[in-house]
């Protein structure tokens, strides 16, 4: 009897513990107020927005949906799924709007409450580095909702050029490579790539129109420059060179 007793006090004891660590596996992971650069202004709120799969993404231009479709690519690895992009929507939406603001056009105001998140750009490149603080804004955790946390974020850059360099003229590097440093750089609100394809060690990337690029020590006076800018969600490439047809 009085081993009977005990079993069951310990299959009781065993099924508390089991419900406590599912409990504790479903929980909500939840972000925190950590954006780095820092936002000229961000106040915290007692509000928290709950991503899952019924929220929608609300764009209506072709740029702002493009930035919407970003966001889904970094929510997808988190979630394992994609939100909806629609026209309209008020509650459970994030909501997207661009303005026409020249005077400070990076600029943004991205506010996170119970039932919505609003960011709304001063221009297309606004809206983007908007988006950006958001995804700053998800937990790390994998979960099948996410909590964001509450805010009121006014932010603009107060420098127009901001970038960082990357030398492939002595080191080789992979062009998944490449293409995650240049998503980082945009989440860090960096606006331009500065990349060292060349100097006199050798030419690092083949363009088959332009012969002289194809030996190892072009005959050109200065290196040739590369510039990509990430602003307006598009990574344009520029090229600059010194080469002249003859």
Same mark, same amino acid.
């Given at each position: 009897?009085?081993? =009977?007793?005990?079993?069951?006090?310990?299959?009781?004891?065993?099924?508390?513990?089991?419900?406590?660590?599912?409990?504790?596996?479903? !929980?909500?992971?939840?972000? #925190?107020?950590?954006?780095?650069?820092?936002?000229?202004?961000?106040?915290?709120?007692?509000? &928290?927005?709950?991503?899952?799969?019924?929220?929608?993404?609300?764009? #209506?231009?072709?740029?702002? !949906?493009?930035?919407?479709?970003?966001?889904?690519?970094?929510?997808?690895?988190?979630?394992?799924?994609?939100?909806?992009?629609?026209?309209?929507?008020?509650?459970?939406?994030?909501?997207?709007?661009?303005?026409?603001?020249? #005077?400070?056009?990076?600029?943004?105001?991205? &506010?996170?409450?119970?039932?919505?998140?609003?960011?709304?750009? =001063?221009?297309?490149? /606004?809206?983007?580095?908007?988006?950006?603080?958001?995804?700053?804004?998800?937990?790390?955790?994998? /979960?099948?909702?996410?909590?964001?946390?509450?805010?009121?974020?006014?932010?603009?850059?107060?420098?127009?050029? $901001?970038?960082?360099?990357?030398?492939?003229?002595?080191?080789?590097?992979?062009?998944?490579?490449?293409?995650?440093?240049?998503?980082?750089?945009?989440?860090?609100?960096?606006?331009?790539?500065?990349?060292?394809? #060349?100097?006199?060690? /050798?030419?690092?990337?083949?363009?088959? &129109?332009?012969?002289?690029? $194809?030996?190892? $020590?072009?005959?050109?006076?200065?290196?040739?420059?590369?510039?990509?800018?990430?602003?307006?969600?598009?990574?344009?490439?520029?090229?600059? &060179?010194?080469? $002249?047809?003859?």
């Amino acid at each position: 009897m009085k081993l =009977n007793t005990i079993f069951k006090a310990g299959m009781l004891a065993m099924a508390i513990g089991a419900a406590a660590c599912n409990t504790g596996g479903d !929980k909500t992971p939840k972000g #925190t107020l950590a954006v780095i650069p820092l936002p000229a202004s961000l106040k915290a709120t007692a509000d &928290s927005f709950l991503i899952d799969k019924q929220t929608v993404i609300v764009a #209506t231009t072709a740029e702002d !949906k493009q930035t919407a479709a970003l966001f889904n690519s970094w929510l997808h690895e988190l979630t394992g799924y994609d939100l909806k992009i629609a026209d309209s929507g008020e509650k459970n939406a994030i909501i997207l709007k661009t303005g026409n603001d020249t #005077t400070a056009a990076e600029g943004y105001n991205l &506010s996170v409450k119970n039932d919505q998140v609003a960011i709304t750009g =001063n221009s297309a490149a /606004g809206t983007f580095y908007g988006i950006q603080t958001l995804i700053q804004l998800l937990p790390v955790e994998k /979960g099948s909702s996410l909590l964001v946390p509450g805010a009121d974020i006014k932010d603009q850059p107060r420098f127009a050029y $901001r970038g960082m360099h990357l030398d492939v003229g002595r080191h080789f590097f992979p062009v998944a490579f490449i293409k995650k440093y240049i998503d980082l750089l945009a989440m860090h609100k960096m606006n331009t790539f500065h990349w060292h394809l #060349t100097d006199d060690q /050798g030419w690092r990337i083949e363009i088959k &129109s332009i012969h002289a690029c $194809r030996r190892s $020590r072009p005959n050109v006076k200065k290196p040739w420059k590369v510039t990509i800018t990430t602003s307006n969600m598009m990574a344009n490439l520029t090229v600059a &060179s010194t080469h $002249r047809k003859k």
